[in-house]
C-alpha cells in the first residue's frame, strides 16, 4: 500500500513539475518578446523563480524514487543516447574528407 501511495505521490510531483516547466517556458518566451527592458527583467526573474521551484521539486522527485526506479530511468536515458551516438558516428564515416586541403591560386 505504501508504494502506491508513493507512486502516486510521485506522479503527483512530475505533474507539478510539469505545469512549473510549461510556466517558465512562457516566462521566458514573453520576456524575449517584449521590447521593454524593466519588463523583460521582471518575466526573466519570474521564470528563474519557477526554475528554482522546479529545481527543489525534482530533487523531492529524485529522493523519493527507490534506487531500481532511478537505474531504470538511468538506463532509459542512456539507450537514447546511445541511439543518437550510433547514427552520429554513421553519418561521420559516410564522408570521408582529405587529410591536408590545399588551396589552389
Known sequence: MQNKK?????????????KWRQKRKQY?????????EIERERLMQAAEHYGRIVNAEQGKIDSTRTPGEKAIVADE?????DTTDVNDTA???????????????
Not at 28 to 36: I, V, Y
Open 91 to 105: 553519418d561521420e564515416d559516410e564522408v570521408a574528407l582529405p587529410d591536408f586541403i590545399t588551396a589552389d591560386k
Open 28 to 36: 521566458m518566451d514573453q520576456a524575449r518578446q517584449t521590447s521593454d
Open 6 to 18: 508513493n507512486q502516486s505521490s510521485v506522479g503527483l510531483m512530475i505533474q507539478r513539475c510539469h
Open 77 to 81: 536515458a542512456n539507450d537514447a543516447t
